[in-house]
């Protein structure tokens, strides 16, 4: 099956630190990988898609400045979450897409929470 | 405004108990259906895709069936281990949009 890694799975840092968080696909190659934040008994809210080679679409109210998505290679993706405060604590969700002329299944990643002291 | 709404929020049944988990969707142009399982503290991990009305899917104790409004997640005779927050999501078109999430059910079942 299709097997997406996050690392790392826990980050614990202080206010104004940056932190970086990758999301790799294992066993197949996605042009395709999202990123979702999701907050106590809250479903998975979309950040922004990103596309290798090419620079990332954010979502409305996604600050691209404090969010940094690189989808530098087909298997992995980055997201760096700059300066970081107390509210951007969070669990950090990666997916990337299996697309055939078929089907078109996103694979999820087991996250990453991220506490900011 | 495409969406998603899933229904009970939360559900608990004895072990053994089967029961349907529903998911009504608004969406411009459905190009799939995706129900997933969540744990806590995990990421959701894949279960079914349903394309088109009256397809249906199954994975020993769980059945998805899709209709044009709406989804359901039945669970046959369920045991403790299907505990979990079960989320379902539509994908409109064209291919490559990104999932549109409901709030999720969260089942528990007690021995």
């Known amino acids: 099956g299709a097997v997406v890694s996050q690392h790392p799975s826990r980050v614990i840092c202080k206010s104004g630190t940056s932190v970086k968080i990758e999301c790799r696909s294992l066993d197949f190659q996605a042009t395709t990988m999202f990123w979702y934040r999701q907050f106590p008994k809250q479903s998975l809210m979309l950040m922004a898609t990103?596309?290798?080679?090419?620079?990332?679409?954010?979502e409305q109210g996604v600050e691209k400045d404090k969010f940094l998505i690189n989808h530098a290679s087909l298997t992995l993706s980055t997201l760096t979450v700059t300066s970081a405060h107390p509210e951007d604590s969070s669990f950090y969700i990666c997916s990337a897409r299996v697309s055939t002329t078929s089907t078109d299944t996103q694979y999820f990643g087991p996250g990453t929470r991220l506490t900011v002291l | 405004e495409d969406q998603v709404t899933q229904s009970p929020e939360a559900l608990r049944l004895q072990e053994g108990e089967s029961s349907s988990l529903n998911c009504s969707y608004t969406?411009?142009?459905?190009?799939?259906l995706f129900w997933y399982r969540q744990d806590p503290g995990k990421g959701p991990e894949f279960l079914f895709t349903l394309y088109s009305a009256g397809e249906e899917k199954e994975k020993e104790r769980l059945k998805a069936t899709l209709t044009k409004k709406e989804s359901f997640l039945h669970i046959t005779a369920p045991k403790p281990e299907d505990s979990a927050t079960y989320l379902c999501?539509?994908?409109?078109?064209?291919?490559?949009?990104?999932?549109?999430f409901g709030k999720g059910t969260t089942l528990s079942v007690s021995s």
């Open positions: 990103s596309n290798e080679g090419s620079k990332a679409t954010y």
């Open positions: 999501a539509v994908q409109a078109v064209p291919a490559g949009t990104a999932l549109i």
């Open positions: 969406v411009s142009g459905l190009r799939g």
